[in-house]
């Protein structure tokens, strides 16, 4: 599966006219103020496991809407995403799949219509983790168990090296308390990072690294298209902000990479 994550002003959509493959319904028009759009094509490969399909993409759209800080979440058919569609009875299936889990889930949700053709209007918030696209699988991030055995599934691990003591400290969910024993507060919340963000291409303007708006989770996103494991965490001391991202080369295994970037925020 693909899919496309927008966080919105809103998107507001008519459906025109009716294709061969068209669901029956009464919903042929709707809006959605303050949400996450995830426009989504079902691929030929998720009909070999719709439901787990149906798990994974329900836990990325939770992921992004928590930490965006949404509730509402429109769920938006869009075959452009691939060339390689599922049959349109497992499309309909998939997507009306999303939209139950969702709701169960308690989130405010607007499912398009599938098989129409349809106007629509969006406003993108442009933030730099306004804009998102993720490739969803069947596979599991937890592997079950085969013939009675429970595979193990091989962790990364990250390190920073202290500069004075040369101590290499692992970086990981637990430890990444130590930045929080030094004084500086972990961030999530998007407006602070849109300020890291902004600093960095203030400071790169007359010499720009990256032609594009800066974005962890971009870079993040860049990094795992190319087979790479990678994670960032982003943290705050007074006036310094400072961005650790980690990465590595699955094939490779080594060698591992630590990036740091900080930045003084002005007045």
Known sequence: MKILLIHSDY???????????????????GKMDECLTAFIAVEKEDEENPENVINNTVNEIIKTAENLKVNNIVVYPYAHLSSDLSSPKVAKDVLKGIEEDLKEKNYNVLRAPFGWYKAFKISCKGHPLSELSRKITAEMEEKEEEKGE??????????????????LIELNEKNVKKLEDEGFEIIDDVEDIDKFVNRINEILKENPLYPDTFGFERMKESFEMIGCDCDYVIAKKRNIMVGVCMYFDKNRKNPKFIEVVGVLLLP
């Open 11 to 29: 998107l507001e959509f008519e459906a025109k006219q009716k294709t061969k493959i068209a669901e029956d319904t009464d919903v042929l028009k």
């Open 150 to 167: 429970k595979k193990e599934v091989e962790k990364s691990k990250f390190y920073l090296l202290n500069g004075e003591t040369k101590e």
